[in-house]
């Protein structure tokens, strides 16, 4: 979306006067905003944190909701359905001021181009279409910029171009930022992209760094090691340090949901934001190294290094934390001891968000 103003979609007063358009304002009443995705971990957290905030109390929700379902009250409604059918997405934008675009697939090839291009596409024809329509924010994410898989010499920017490494997931980031970039282009939309990378929230921090099956995401720590050592890391409680080919450890890039939804909140209704891409991580990204000497001075954990294949990525937040005023909240420290100080109740299962 950074291409737009070098083609010349005009000055961000002049943005959202196309046809269908409204010149964006400051009147935070009779706001109603489409989410889809709504009930992943991000659509959730929004929905909670901005139905909360008495700063918020003029926006309605309208919740997307495919495989899961949320209760409705008198600020949020539910709609039901396939974001890849047109007239569950017609259904969806009508009468809506803002969208906060979520839906996605992990590596489902038989469902990615469907919600990544088919069901995007419905919802940015409608907006373009409503006479209602104000803003649209897209979730992009890291995956489309390569993330550890490839070297990154350099903190990688808004400008570097996209990269997506092997699998679906990936392109469809990709493909997702570039067609909300095109319909900047094509039709003057007033839309953003917030690139995030993975996504933290209670204990899932603990749960990307166990031997067990029961670890969050990838690397899977017990495939790169023996069984029985997998085992006795597992019962030490080890933290495995993320190493690259040359035995270095890696800096990987992660955000906590409360800081995105913070950034989501300041992108919403915001003229800086227009047609802008911003990265929305941490100030640092996790350096394994560093989180393995901590666990080890304040949980008396034992650490070994795992060689692999991958390479340190900076995301460079500058831009976000100019234009927005946003500032991340979460530093290594917090996101590690909230992560091990976090306990589940009967109640609070660890959830597994993917198909959604």
């Not at 039901?80 to 934008?93: I, L």
């Not at 990544?116 to 409503?130: D, M, Q």
């Not at 900076?314 to 976000?320: E, G, Q, R, Y």
Request: glycine share 8%; proline share 5%; charged share 25%.
């Amino acid at each position: 979306m950074v291409e737009t103003k070098k083609r010349g979609a005009g000055t961000k007063e002049e943005r959202g006067k196309g046809p269908g358009r409204i010149p964006m304002t400051n009147r935070d009443s009779d706001k109603c905003i489409l989410i889809t995705g709504a009930t992943g971990k991000v659509g959730t957290a929004f929905i909670e944190r901005i139905l909360a905030d008495e700063k918020y109390s003029g926006y309605s929700i309208r919740a997307l909701c495919h495989n899961r379902v949320l209760p409705e009250n008198v600020r949020l409604e539910v709609v039901r359905g396939s974001v890849a059918d047109r007239e569950v997405a017609a259904k969806s934008v009508a009468g809506t001021t803002h969208i906060l675009h979520l839906a996605t697939c992990k590596e489902s090839p038989e469902d990615v181009m469907d919600v990544t291009v088919k069901g995007l596409f419905w919802i940015l024809e409608e907006a373009r279409a409503s006479k209602t329509f104000e803003q649209f924010i897209l979730l992009g994410g890291d995956a489309g910029m390569g993330h550890f898989f490839y070297p990154h010499p350099v903190p990688v920017t808004e400008e570097q171009g996209h990269s997506a490494y092997p699998g679906c997931y990936a392109l469809s980031k990709v493909l997702e930022e570039v067609m909300v970039e095109q319909y900047c282009i094509q039709y003057d939309l007033n839309a953003c992209c917030l690139r995030a990378p993975w996504i933290m929230e209670k204990d899932d921090f603990r749960y990307t760094l166990t031997f067990s099956q029961e670890v969050f995401g990838g690397p899977r720590w017990c495939d790169l090691v023996e069984p029985d050592e997998a085992a006795d890391y597992e019962r030490a409680g080890t933290i495995p340090v993320l190493c690259n080919p040359e035995g270095g450890a890696i800096c990987r890039n992660f955000v906590h949901v409360s800081d995105l939804v913070s950034a989501i909140l300041l992108a919403l209704g915001n003229p800086a934001a227009a047609q802008e891409t911003f990265n929305i991580c941490m100030d640092e990204p996790v350096h394994y190294r560093k989180v393995a000497e901590h666990l080890a001075r304040t949980r008396d954990l034992d650490n070994v290094d795992i060689k692999t294949e991958f390479h340190s990525t900076w995301l460079d937040n500058s831009k976000a934390r100019f234009l927005l005023g946003w500032r991340p909240e979460y530093d290594l420290a917090r996101l590690i001891d909230e992560a091990w100080d976090y306990e589940r109740t009967p109640d609070d299962p660890r959830k597994i968000w993917y198909p959604g």
